[in-house]
């Protein structure tokens, strides 16, 4: 037979904390147990431990609104001014607005199109796009050239003096054209040019021609004469047939006399050509003591 201790046995303070086996499963019936009041001085770490099983307070994020004032808090959707979203039986909603381009229907929400002149922009299946030839002029920040609205011809385009008749208002192709007059000018590769053998007399002012235009200049030659040469070749070929009869042959200061052929004595000469030089020929050779002179243009 088991021997028993009965509570009423058991002296106040008898049982220490050591005697206890904590891993046990107490029963205090309808008995209350009591403990001695938590203080900031004996009770700091199971304050601690408590604190941290606590769960950090909640924040709201973009979109979420918190509201602390009430038991227990609310979170909620913090929609804006105007908003595009709502309630609707407590659940959130597409706002949905007809003066504002949106309407609902049985297969889901749509875009309605404003009536408009032109109808600018249109739907079908595959989306909104905008119509053939539907923007106007009035919709462009920029409806003209020139002055003009688009869609409409430019001021009329007429020729001058020295271009040819055409006219041209930007309604369709047109070329211009140089009006030339006479046979002084002509239409080259790269522009306008003065015609092959166009420029006459008439073309060219008096004195207009200076010395540095031209491709001839006065020539005067003095030879040495040796008593038995009779030809002399001149430094410069006259090559133009009019140009070598001007040639003049001076001897002694004298003016010597030009013949076709034959010529006779010194007093007397012949001018040729034979294609590369021009030559004075004698009918005699000029004295050694002559002094001889050739004045010509090349």
Known sequence: MAIQIRTDQVQNNAITAGKIDLTGTFDFGSGTLQAGTPSNTTDVANKAYVDS???????????????????????????????????????????????KGLIKGASGVSVKLKTETGGTISVDSGGLYIANSAIGNAKLANSTISGKALGANLDSLTDGNGIADFTFNGSGAASIAIDLDGATLAVGGSGIKIADNGVGSGQIAGAAVGFAAMA???????????????????????????????????????????????????????????????????????????????????
């Open 216 to 298: 001839f200049k006065p020539k005067r030659e003095t030879v040495t004469t040796n008593g038995s040469t009779t030809a002399f070749a001149l430094l410069n070929r006259v090559a133009d047939a009019d140009w070598r009869k001007q040639i003049m042959v001076f001897r002694n200061g004298l003016l010597v006399e030009e013949v076709a052929s034959g010529a006779s004595g010194s007093d007397q000469y012949v001018v040729s050509d034979n294609g590369s030089a021009t030559t004075i020929t004698f009918g005699a050779a000029p004295a050694t003591a002559d002094n001889v002179r050739f004045m010509y243009v090349a």
């Open 53 to 99: 099983q606590l769960p950090d307070a909640f924040s709201g994020g973009d979109g979420i609104a918190i509201a602390t004032g009430s038991d227990p808090d609310v979170i909620s959707v913090d929609l804006a001014t105007d908003p595009g979203l709502q309630f609707s039986s407590n659940k959130l909603d597409l706002k949905l607005e007809a003066n």
